[in-house]
C-alpha cells in the first residue's frame, strides 16, 4: 500500500509539539476531520487558511503545500530576463 505523504501542517504540527486533538479542538473540528485534510482526502476551507495564519502565522501557501516556509516570506523579484 502506497503511503500518502505527511502535509506540511502536521509536520509543522508534530515539530512543535502540537497534538492533532489540540489543533482540532482550537480549529472546532473533530480529530478525524483534521486528519482528513491533513491527509488530503478533503480540502481546507478558508476559515481554516484564516485561523492557522492569524492564530499560528501559517500562510495558505504553506497549508495548501505550494511553500516550504511556514510564512510568506519576501515577494520574488522577478528579473526582466525572466520575462523577456
Known sequence: M????DS???RWRRAKGITQHQLASE??????NLSQ?????????QS???????RYGLSADFVLG???SS?????????????A
Open 27 to 32: 480549529m472546532g473540528q473533530s480529530d478525524a
Open 8 to 10: 506540511p501542517v502536521r
Open 48 to 54: 481554516d487558511l484564516s485561523f492557522l495564519k492569524q
Open 37 to 45: 485534510k491533513e491527509s488530503g482526502k478533503i480540502t481546507w476551507q
Open 66 to 68: 505550494f511553500k516550504d
Open 71 to 83: 510564512t510568506t516570506g519576501e515577494i520574488p523579484v522577478i528579473s526582466k530576463e525572466v520575462c
Open 2 to 5: 502506497k503511503k500518502a505523504m
